[in-house]
């Protein structure tokens, strides 16, 4: 397996656009989790679902950001609109058996 | 999830052992003991977890106290590729699927 696999793994926009991150998890996994990354705030959860159903979004910051996963393969986090302060480093993971796997993260900049 | 008290950083040399000590005094009955590591660019990676009984795997070994108030992670041979932030999180129950709760960690470095 190739592991997950987010995209895009870099992503420059300016304040007001919309941002759209991808994830496909690994096959067989029935656990998906969206993550931030900042230096001034660690890791943190935004939103984990299973078997494609959203169980908590609690971390996720504002209105503005929404996740969706149409399938057992494919995720998709949305900022809309972006601001500068959701510049941060995005990772996807998925989850056998209570270990996560996470992807390379996608390093997302918003001008 | 239960607090887990990590060391900031910790510096080794290369081909030594390394000891990242972590701390869990509220710890439950059911919570096993995780640890993931980041290497620098990347995503975070699981290394080993264990309930009471030490655990050993191909990257790492864990040493649990009797009392599971604290817990090591012992690194036999350090290379220059661990460098890296290692994270102790306590999972309630192997079967939970909830997020993980990362502390801050710590950043491990190797010295030639």
């Known amino acids: 397996d190739a592991g997950v696999i987010q995209s895009p793994r870099h992503e420059v926009t300016e304040m007001g656009q919309e941002v759209t991150l991808r994830c496909k998890p690994i096959?067989?996994?029935?656990?998906l989790f969206w993550y931030r990354q900042t230096m001034m705030r660690g890791l943190e959860l935004l939103i984990y679902?299973?078997?494609?159903?959203?169980?908590?979004d609690s971390g996720m910051p504002e209105d503005r950001f929404s996740a969706k996963m149409p399938n057992a393969s494919f995720s998709t986090l949305k900022i809309q609109p972006s601001e500068p302060r959701d510049s941060a480093v995005y990772f996807c993971?998925?989850?056998?058996?209570?270990?996560?796997?996470f992807g390379p993260g996608t390093r997302l900049t918003v001008l | 999830d239960a607090k887990t008290t990590q060391p900031n950083s910790m510096e080794s040399n290369e081909e030594e052992p390394v000891h990242l000590p972590c701390n869990h005094s509220?710890?439950?009955?059911?919570?096993?003991i995780h640890w993931y590591r980041q290497l620098p660019s990347q995503g975070p990676e699981y290394v080993i977890h264990?309930?009471?009984s030490n655990v050993n795997n191909r990257m790492a070994s864990l040493a649990i106290a009797e009392d599971r108030k604290s817990s090591t992670l012992i690194l036999h041979r350090a290379t220059l590729r661990d460098a890296a932030v290692y994270y102790c999180?306590?999972?309630?129950?192997?079967?939970?699927?909830?997020?993980?709760?990362f502390g801050k960690g710590t950043k491990l470095s190797v010295k030639p």
């Open positions: 993971a998925s989850s056998d058996r209570g270990l996560q796997y």
């Open positions: 096959s067989g996994h029935d656990y």
């Open positions: 679902f299973n078997n494609n159903v959203p169980i908590d």
């Open positions: 509220t710890i439950s009955g059911t919570d096993y």
């Open positions: 264990g309930l009471t």
């Open positions: 999180i306590l999972r309630d129950g192997l079967g939970s699927q909830g997020n993980l709760i």
